[in-house]
């Protein structure tokens, strides 16, 4: 049965308040108004980012439908759209690629001004939302919404992909993968032979520690407190791990010694702590090193730190989404995970069915998994 321009009644996981369960229940999906599309979702990971929209962290409006990280199949298009068909797989986009804003214009950039991430207006561009639960309109989340059978996106916020791409494996490189392997490759730009610390082993981490390797980082040091990652994170490209529990001195004065006093050329954070994020910037070298930011910091959280971390000529940056634009990357990122050039089934732990999402947010929580992919 044809469903376009129709309302589509579906599953989906509502949060109703914040450090609440999520509630599946059934919403209406109203058709794709112009320069829309509808998309069934397949496959959506569950991220760190959702887990703070749910434990208040990221602040957002209520009720939401969260989730960032998906692969779909366009359902229907509204008017004008050309950019995709009925039947096209797409990777939803965060970060959406307006085309015609100055960080869309940049090449170098990737905040589109279209992306509502860090605004949480959690409605389409005018101003209304296409879910409605028991009559209500019910928020979008980050121009995305992937927790749910169907949703709504502008055609911005969409990379057309590789149809024979593997749902339950690609949705990571709508978050998780690039924003870490990105963050490696482009954002640092890390050169052969040299010298990485990652700070932070999980979903986010490991992919920089990916991304490290495929640049030719020749020595690549994980920091994870608990040492469970280590096997897996030396499976995937690092030299040595440490575990700053082993020590009592700070973590970044132990990676100085590792480096006979000179630091790492690039180091990453990827837990999203402001104690950490300070520790990466005094274990790169003090005249040459990089620092990144790869880990989503609390919206409000503040830092102090010494000025002369930096005014020795450390670079500190952040990086969102590894840099990578949406329409340009991802589909070439699909591409090369079909061609082989890394594999993402080692931080693939865990594969649930949609219904199972509060138990692999339990998961996420528990340390007990790397990545969970629910199967729509
Ligand atoms: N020092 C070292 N390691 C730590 C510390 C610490 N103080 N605190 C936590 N860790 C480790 C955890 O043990 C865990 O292995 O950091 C890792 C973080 O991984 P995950 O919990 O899997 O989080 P992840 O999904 O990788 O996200 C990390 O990136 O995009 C953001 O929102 C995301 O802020 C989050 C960050
Ligand atoms: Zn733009
Ligand atoms: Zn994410």
Redo the contacts with the bound molecule.
């Keep these: 049965m044809c469903t376009a321009g129709k309302v589509i009644k579906c599953k989906a996981a509502v949060l109703f308040e914040v450090k609440q369960p999520l509630h599946i229940v059934e919403i209406e999906v109203a058709p794709p108004k112009a320069h829309e599309v509808r998309v069934k979702i397949l496959a959506s990971g569950i ?3 959702d ?2 929209v749910l434990n208040g962290t990221l602040k957002v409006k209520f009720p939401i439908i969260p989730g960032h990280e998906a692969l779909g199949v366009v359902e229907s298009i509204g008017e004008g759209v050309t950019y995709v068909k009925p039947g096209d797989k797409v990777i939803p986009l965060f970060l959406p690629q307006c085309g015609k804003c100055r960080a869309c214009k940049n090449p170098q950039r990737n905040l589109c001004e279209k992306s509502d991430t860090f605004k949480g207006t959690g409605l389409m561009y005018d101003g209304t939302s296409r879910f409605s639960y028991k009559g209500k309109p019910v928020h979008h989340f980050a121009n995305t919404s992937t927790f749910t059978e169907y949703t709504v996106v502008h055609e911005d916020a969409v990379a057309k992909v590789d149809p024979a791409a593997p749902p339950e494996k690609a949705c990571l490189i709508g ?2 993968f690039s ?2 392997y990105g963050a490696a490759t482009k954002t640092a730009k890390v050169t052969p032979g040299s010298s990485c610390a990652v ?8 992919p920089v520690v990916m991304g490290c390797k495929a640049a030719g980082a020749s020595r690549i040091i994980g ?4 040492k469970d ?1 280590f096997p897996i994170a030396k499976e995937l490209g690092a030299t040595e791990c440490v ?2 529990l082993d020590f009592k001195k700070p ?1 970044n004065e132990v990676l100085l010694e590792m480096t006979d006093g000179e630091g790492v050329d690039y180091s990453f954070e ?4 402001t ?2 994020m300070i520790a990466a910037l005094a274990s790169c070298n003090m005249n040459y090193g990089t620092s990144v930011m ?4 609390p919206s409000e959280a503040e830092m102090t730190l010494s000025p002369t971390l930096i005014f020795t000529g450390r670079t500190w940056k952040g990086s969102l989404f590894g840099d990578m634009r949406g329409k340009e990357d991802v589909p070439k990122l699909v591409s090369e995970l079909m061609a082989k050039k890394f594999n993402l089934d080692p931080i693939i732990t865990h594969v649930l069915p949609f219904d199972k999402i509060n138990e692999g947010f339990e998961l ?1 929580r528990n ?1 007990k998994c ?1 990545r969970t992919v629910l199967k729509m």
Excluded: E, M, Q
């Design positions: 991220c760190r980012s887990d703070h978050c998780g924003t870490g700070f932070g082993l999980g979903g986010v981490g490991l920091i994870n407190r608990s990652k575990s700053p973590i990827a837990i999203g702590r104690d950490t790869v880990g989503l910091p996420l340390g790397i």
